[in-house]
């Protein structure tokens, strides 16, 4: 069997996205994957939550 990606994410929102860049930055290949239409489409959602603050 080929190997094709070391891990395999569920959900492209920033956990999923900062777990794809740690990954890659130990130099392994992430399977990133999202069920909206874009990553982090699921903020999109929270609209009325202010995420970062300052």
């Given amino acids: 069997m080929n ?3 070391d891990a395999i994410i569920i959900g492209a929102g920033p956990i ?7 990954l ?3 130099k392994l ?4 994957l999202e069920k909206g239409i874009s990553a982090g ?6 609209g009325h939550v202010r995420v ?3």
């Avoid at 999923?16 to 740690?22: D, F, H, K, N, R």
């Avoid at 290949?29 to 990133?32: E, I, S």
């Fill in 24 to 26: 890659l930055s130990r």
């Fill in 29 to 32: 290949k992430p399977l990133v």
């Fill in 52 to 54: 970062f603050t300052l």
């Fill in 41 to 46: 489409s699921a903020m999109l959602d929270w």
């Fill in 16 to 22: 999923g996205i900062t777990a794809a860049v740690q």
């Fill in 3 to 5: 190997k094709i990606h």
